[in-house]
């Protein structure tokens, strides 16, 4: 069946299944490189929601700059590897998003 008749079989909007459809082919392997998996997105959630952004900000600058990357906040109950996993995360995922941005005009 074409996404579009499964949309209207289940009174979905069409994009809604066709996005379900992608992460079912990213979390199979076969999708668009670089794009997070369901558990890579719930891993960046989980991260995002237990550090502060201002923390994460200053560990991308302290990486880029090759100082101290021990965020002001690290003893708030996540690793300086927490930090860095959730940079790397959203570094993907913003990555991906302007590259298909910029290819469709």
Do not use: C, F, M
């Not at 809604?16 to 079912?24: D, E, H, K, L, T």
């Not at 891993?43 to 237990?50: D, F, I, K, P, V």
């Not at 109950?77 to 469709?104: E, S």
Request: hydrophobic share 45%.
């Amino acid at each position: 069946k074409s996404i579009g008749a499964v949309a209207r079989e289940l009174d979905l909007a069409e994009t809604a299944v066709r996005r379900w459809v992608q992460q079912a082919e990213v979390d199979a392997g076969r999708g668009t490189p670089g794009a997070l998996t369901t558990e890579e997105r719930e891993e960046l959630a989980e991260l995002t929601g237990r550090i502060p952004a201002t923390d994460l900000l200053w560990a991308a600058v302290a990486l880029r700059d090759g100082t101290d990357i021990t965020p002001p906040g690290a003893d708030a109950g996540y690793t300086v590897a927490d930090a860095v996993r959730a940079i790397a995360l959203r570094a993907r995922a913003v990555h991906l998003a302007v590259g298909v941005r910029g290819t469709d005009g």
